[in-house]
């Protein structure tokens, strides 16, 4: 069993949808969870930080953390097919540097 | 954040030999990585480079293969050495700015024949 699951996708939903991403993890220690975007041929892009558990909200991106279920989301409102792109969730514990990266999901959205 | 180039952005290279990649950052930092990704897949970190100590290389990647020279706190090159077609793939530096937050650039694409 990997430690991060992340659903390869494609997903694809129609411009305006909100679109929910997901990861689950099994390793308890994790505190630092990221989300990036990826656009083809383009080096991942950090969109979302947070630490601990919680949400965070920027513009029309939501990222949340639940901890007790070992599952992390990123909501994207008023999805726009500038959105299409691969999504990458990573984490890490506390005292390590290395991030651990799920398998990232391919999001389309149609105009 | 941080800005991050890196040469070349792609190349073709024959079989045997060897290529250098380039990593550049536009401040000073004292973590960089450097990863790869093979199409359509998720990234995997090949080494660990801090500047002024040796490289720390994960599970199945090792010097002789990928030699890493960290010279000063904004660059970094990592060769690629005695190249077979399963090299081809896309290589990504990238830099630790904050606790975890990690910046990367725009990645060198690979191709061996």
């Known amino acids: 069993q990997k430690e991060v699951e992340q659903d390869p996708g494609p997903l694809s939903v129609p411009e305006g949808a909100i679109v929910s991403l997901n990861c689950t993890y099994s390793?308890?220690?994790?505190?630092?969870f990221m989300w990036y975007r990826q656009y083809s041929r383009k080096g991942p892009e950090l969109l979302m930080y947070?630490?601990s558990s919680g949400n965070k909200e920027d513009g029309r991106f939501t990222a949340q953390v639940d901890k007790s279920s070992k599952y992390i989301s990123l909501f994207i409102r008023d999805s726009q097919p500038s959105d299409s792109a691969t999504y990458l969730c990573a984490m890490s514990a506390q005292g390590n540097y290395q991030l651990i990266w799920g398998a990232g999901t391919k999001l389309i959205i149609k105009p | 954040s941080a800005v991050i180039s890196q040469k070349p952005s792609r190349d073709i290279c024959q079989r045997g030999t060897s290529l250098t990649i380039q990593c550049q950052v536009d401040s000073q930092v004292t973590m960089m990585f450097w990863y790869r990704q093979q199409p359509g897949q998720s990234l995997t970190l090949i080494a660990t480079?801090?500047?002024?100590?040796?490289?720390?290389?994960e599970s199945g990647f090792v010097i002789d293969k990928f030699p890493i020279s960290r010279p000063n706190l904004t660059f970094s090159t990592l060769t690629v050495s005695n190249m077979s077609p399963e090299d081809s793939s896309i290589y990504l530096c990238?830099?630790?700015?904050?606790?975890?937050?990690?910046?990367f650039g725009p990645g060198t694409r690979l191709t061996v024949l």
């Open positions: 947070t630490y």
């Open positions: 390793n308890s220690a994790f505190q630092y």
């Open positions: 480079a801090n500047q002024g100590s040796e490289a720390t290389y």
């Open positions: 990238s830099v630790e700015i904050r606790a975890r937050e990690q910046f």
